[in-house]
């Protein structure tokens, strides 16, 4: 599958911004399962400073805000060629041990109702279908609602509201995966849908190591494992680490963000 990704960040702010800059993780990594294309990144407002991989393999670009500047986009097209791995992402890679990723972080951290979501997830007798059920309870006990949490709300938070987006079915998943003693991480990326192509936001899921297969990806918000609709954009052990866009700014208070992406199957012809 090729899918083609158009993907538009503008930012308005309250006032003249005399210093700012943003770290980026927007570019897709070729990995298993897909192999990046093409991928074109503009800026108005902003200029490139350098770009780089962090310890997770994240592709990084890093941004200046133009001096006084109310407006910032931040622009991304490009075509990824996709193929259904199962979830399946095979060995770790990186420079960040695993152990780090049965660490607790401060979004993932555990507390009693996490050690009571995963006490309560049926055994199957081998860690891969158990995984399976701990996304299934999750999905039974968070259920997806926009507006009730935000880029803040720990894995705690969310089960404590019984709702929440992909970000927080991660979470959840990582939380109650390491509590379990199965190194856990989180994912960033996009996902085509079947219903539309213009979406609000792109997307997120957790993956898990599994003894003998490696990384395997659990989509809890759509009970599935990721296949040929999704693209992998940047991991880490939290979405601190795998953000999309994070930074810093002098001058303005306050800010509007408005997003605009667009997934769609390109069709080759014949």
């Not at 970000?167 to 990582?174: E, S």
């Amino acid at each position: 599958m090729r899918l083609a990704i158009d993907h538009t960040t503008h930012y308005v702010f309250s006032g003249p911004v005399s210093r700012g800059l943003q770290r980026l993780r927007l570019k897709p990594k070729t990995s298993a399962g897909q192999r990046v294309l093409e991928w074109r990144m503009s800026f108005e407002g902003a200029q490139l400073q350098v770009e780089y991989d962090d310890a997770h393999c994240n592709h990084v670009a890093l941004i200046s805000f133009d001096q006084g500047v109310q407006e910032v986009t931040i622009r991304c097209e490009g075509l990824v060629a996709t193929n259904d791995e199962a979830g399946i992402m095979g060995k770790h890679s990186g420079f960040v041990p695993m152990w780090q990723f049965l660490e607790p972080t401060d979004l993932t951290k555990v507390g009693p109702r996490i050690r009571s979501l995963a006490s309560a997830v049926p055994q199957e007798g081998n860690a891969l279908a158990t995984l399976h059920a701990l996304s299934a309870l999750i999905r039974e006990r968070v259920a997806y609602s926009t507006g009730h949490t935000n880029a803040e709300t720990t894995a705690e938070g969310a089960l404590a509201a019984g709702r929440g987006v992909c970000q927080d079915h991660a979470h959840v998943f990582i939380g109650a995966a390491r509590s379990m003693g199965i190194p856990a991480r989180y994912v960033s990326g996009y996902l085509m849908m079947n219903d539309r192509i213009e979406q609000d936001a792109g997307h997120a899921w957790a993956e898990a190591h599994v003894e003998g297969l490696g990384w395997v990806g659990f989509d809890v918000s759509n009970g599935i494992s990721p296949d040929a609709r999704y693209v992998r954009v940047a991991t880490g052990r939290d979405y601190q680490d795998a953000a999309p866009i994070t930074g810093i700014r002098y001058g303005a208070l306050d800010e509007t963000m408005h997003v605009k992406l667009a997934v769609e199957q390109q069709r080759v012809e014949q």
